[in-house]
């Protein structure tokens, strides 16, 4: 082999294995933001409305039902271990912390294992017992997911405790990928709607169809799948290998961004703002009067309040009422639900969506003329409102 040759091989290699390190610290640096940016959604929003007493935003498997202590118990752990190992993990991942602070690293990868274990549990319960949205092949998915979940806390620890640490980093990725699936969940599926602009593969009011089955395997079947692509390309030195994982890497990092830039400003950053929303929610003031004196008393004290209160008092918000009415819907309060769901389009008459929860509520109560006149307004507003649009041809079909 000439000199100039082997100079070609060496600098190939070399630029390779540059190209590699540049696409995972940029991959890196992407999911330590993201996980940081959801873990301070869950943190803001769960933890100030808890804090003031407001529930009516909490829709995780039925949110907080008051007296049911066991399952409020479960949902609370679940939001506060994801919380966690949002923060936990993104401190993890940093090489320095590793090098530098070695006990931190070690109490601080404790901590996130037993959250990790604590969370999957948890999920579990909620989606098995407690009563989820989805289907019986999407909690399937789930329940995979916390078996990936403990098996691979199971060999990180076991190789850790070997002081093999090369083997227990592998196992630690595995594992930080496994628990990440919520969060490529969101990621994927918001990127999807976002590009569908709606409803993508599924049936919005049942939450079922091939693409949330597809997503309950591929939010952490897909991410380990590229670990050992990229594990490999490491193993094996080859210049085109890197170069075409790095490549990978790259454009997945890229389409990741993008899905989290969808959901940032879909779910996020609304939760943010609501999380430090300093009125008093109408939706938490109007709820005891429904179960004590009837929603057409509710709807009295509604008008009430939004002509005497003074304005910065209470939240008259349209996701307030909406929100609530979906709350009634879960309850099965069909009538209630509509009658909250239309002093909403009362308060709002140009909202789409407005238009399109009542056509909901109307569908749910089996009232089919109602609910087309409603999907059919709703569209008329804003003939871009993919739910709509599905459900009014699922009704005209049937």
């Not at 803001?44 to 829709?59: E, K």
């Not at 070997?162 to 990621?187: N, P, Q």
């Not at 569908?363 to 409603?374: E, L, P, Q, R």
Request: proline letters at 4%; hydrophobic letters at 50%; a positive charge.
């Amino acid at each position: 082999m000439s000199t100039a040759v082997l100079t070609n091989r060496l600098e190939l290699s070399s630029v390779a294995d540059t190209a590699l390190k540049a696409a995972t610290r940029f991959w890196f640096a992407v999911t330590v933001i993201g996980q940081l940016l959801f873990a301070f959604a869950v943190a803001s929003f769960y933890g100030l409305t808890a804090l003031r007493g407001d529930y009516h935003g909490w829709r995780i498997t039925n949110g907080y039902t008051p007296g049911v202590t066991r399952g409020n118990f479960a949902v609370v752990i679940h939001l506060l271990s994801a919380a966690v190992i949002m923060f936990a993990g993104a401190v993890q991942l940093v090489p320095g912390v590793r090098h530098r602070f070695p006990v931190f690293h070690r109490w601080n990868g404790r901590i996130y294992m037993l959250t990790a274990v604590a969370l999957s549990v948890a999920g579990l319960y909620m989606q098995w017992f407690r009563g989820s949205v989805g289907d019986l092949p999407q909690h399937l998915g789930s329940l995979l997911n916390a078996v990936l979940i403990w098996s691979c806390a199971a060999m990180a620890l076991r190789y850790a405790m070997a002081r093999d640490f090369r083997t227990h980093r592998r196992w630690a990725l595995r594992l930080f990928l496994v628990v990440s699936g919520s969060w490529f969940y969101r990621i994927g599926f918001f990127l999807a709607v976002a590009i569908n602009r709606g409803p993508f593969g599924f049936d919005p009011t049942t939450f079922t169809g091939p693409f949330p089955t597809f997503m309950s395997f591929a939010q952490y079947l897909i991410p380990l799948g590229i670990l050992e692509i990229y594990l490999h390309a490491q193993d094996h030195p080859g210049a085109l290998r890197r170069m075409a994982t790095a490549s990978m890497l790259f454009v997945l990092t890229l389409v990741m961004a993008a899905g989290l830039l969808a959901v940032t400003v879909a779910i996020w950053v609304p939760q943010v703002r609501a999380g430090f929303d300093p009125r008093t929610s109408i939706a938490e003031t109007l709820k005891p009067t429904i179960a004590s004196s009837g929603v057409e008393q509710a709807v009295k004290q509604y008008h009430d309040l939004r002509a005497s209160a003074r304005p910065g008092t209470y939240n008259f918000d349209e996701g307030e009422l909406n929100g609530l009415g979906y709350q009634l819907i879960r309850k099965k309060q069909f009538k209630e639900a509509i009658r909250i769901f239309q002093l909403n389009v009362e308060a709002y008459p140009q909202s789409s969506n407005a238009y399109d929860s009542l056509g909901e509520g109307y569908m749910d109560d089996g009232n089919k003329v109602f609910a087309i006149a409603n999907y059919e307004k709703a569209i008329q507003l804003d003939s871009k409102n993919r739910n709509s649009i599905v459900m009014l041809q699922k009704l005209r079909n049937q």
